[in-house]
């Protein structure tokens, strides 16, 4: 017989436990995005260190994505069974773990096989956090899911500037085993925390109807592929711009490396101020209004950071971009889960991560075709397309 954690119906749930919910929920997601930047950060230092090839290393990091992958598409059903709370915790176990391996590897296939359990643990962390956020958002009756993902791209940010204050003094093992006893630390005591507050009702059971677990309706399926279409057009530009966005001002523009380096900065720092404000905007314009006013801010934000002939200009343009990027995903995935509970946050979730990565490869190809400005105005066609989609499901996402 299966192990379901006992729920309890939104109303019973005190106010302290959500809060402490949310709280414990917040930290896991900060955490989620620091160590990932952490790791990022040391890439360059780890290539050196295996003595990988340009092409070898490629093939050792997509053992993060197939393990991610992979891992999402299971995670949905390890939550309903055992509990959205504790495969979070579990998760983020094996996350902090995996970290410090990386630097232990002397081979490119080695590298490969440690970051392929690497990417287990961060995509299942990602549908586990989500999941249990929807059933929060649910409860609260508030649209504070952008708050968790501001809390990423807040992480993110701390873990990629610490990461370059100590790249110069500290080895990569060092720095990535010291993350490893952070993220353990912080698992402890967020872990603690989680674990003691009862899993709420699950979002696709939240709704009334039969307490028996929810089969989703082909038209339902369908829905929560839209919503994932909207999350990879979201994450195609986030993975675009940090993979060539200072390659853009540095190549075309005649950027410093310094100043290039900006870039993502302004992009990320835009999308972080614009998720801590995502909750108010969603109150007040509702989720189509957001959707539509996002994707449309997006796309000519791009168009200014892709085409335009100065600098500043351009700068200005990312950081449009990641304001009217920045709430679109955390919809995009609430949506999906309110109607399809882990399972739909996971189908969101896989289409939006396989947006980050056929982003970069994309603009490489389009940059080989035509030229790197012309291929960079694809986030803004997607973004465009994103919304296209919220426009066209308007009845949906109203609210």
Not at 53 to 59: I, P, T, V, Y
Not at 112 to 125: E, K, N, S, W
Request: net charge positive.
């Amino acid at each position: 017989m299966p192990l379901i954690n006992k729920t309890r119906s939104h109303s019973a749930v005190p106010g302290t436990d959500l809060a402490r919910l949310r709280l414990a929920l917040t930290l896991f997601f900060a955490l989620d995005g620091f160590v990932f930047a952490g790791w990022v950060v040391r890439i360059p230092a780890i290539k050196e260190q295996t003595g990988a090839s340009a092409s070898a290393l490629g093939l050792a990091l997509l053992g993060v994505s197939a393990g991610a992958v992979v891992t999402m598409t299971l995670t949905g059903r390890l939550c309903r069974r055992y509990g959205s709370h504790l495969v979070t915790v579990v998760c983020a176990v094996l996350l902090s773990l995996s970290i410090g391996l990386p630097p232990l590897t002397h081979s490119a296939l080695a590298l490969g096989a440690v970051l392929l359990l690497f990417g287990a643990a961060y995509g299942g962390i990602n549908v586990a956090f989500n999941s249990a956020a929807v059933d929060l958002v649910a409860a609260l009756r508030r649209p504070i899911m952008p708050s968790f993902h501001a809390a990423f791209s807040l992480g993110g940010m701390i873990g990629a500037g610490l990461g370059a204050l100590v790249a110069g003094s500290l080895s990569p093992t060092r720095h990535l085993w010291g993350l490893a006893a952070v993220g353990l630390l912080v698992t402890a005591a967020a872990g603690r925390m989680l674990l003691r507050c009862e899993p709420l009702t699950p979002a696709d059971r939240g709704r009334p109807g039969p307490a028996a677990p929810h089969r989703p309706s082909g038209r339902t399926r369908g829905l929560v592929v839209v919503f994932g279409l909207i999350a990879l057009c979201t994450a195609y530009g986030e993975g675009a711009l940090a993979d060539w966005g200072a390659l853009h001002l540095e190549q075309d523009l005649g950027a410093s490396p310094g100043v290039a380096a900006l870039g993502y900065s302004c992009f990320a720092l835009a999308m972080t101020l614009g998720r801590l404000t995502g909750t108010t905007l969603l109150e007040r314009l509702g989720r189509t209004r957001t959707v539509l006013a996002g994707g449309s801010t997006a796309t000519a934000g791009m168009l200014l950071g892709a085409l335009a002939p100065s600098l500043w200009a351009t700068l200005l343009g990312y950081a449009v971009t990641g304001i009217g990027l920045a709430n679109l995903f955390p919809v995009a995935v609430e949506r999906a889960g309110a109607l399809a509970g882990p399972s739909g946050v996971a189908t969101a979730s896989t289409l939006g991560y396989g947006g980050m990565l056929l982003g970069p490869p994309a603009i490489g190809f389009m940059a080989d075709w035509f030229s790197l400005p012309v291929a960079l105005t694809s986030v803004a066609v997607l973004a465009a397309v994103a919304t296209v989609i919220g426009f066209a499901t308007r009845r949906v996402t109203t609210g």
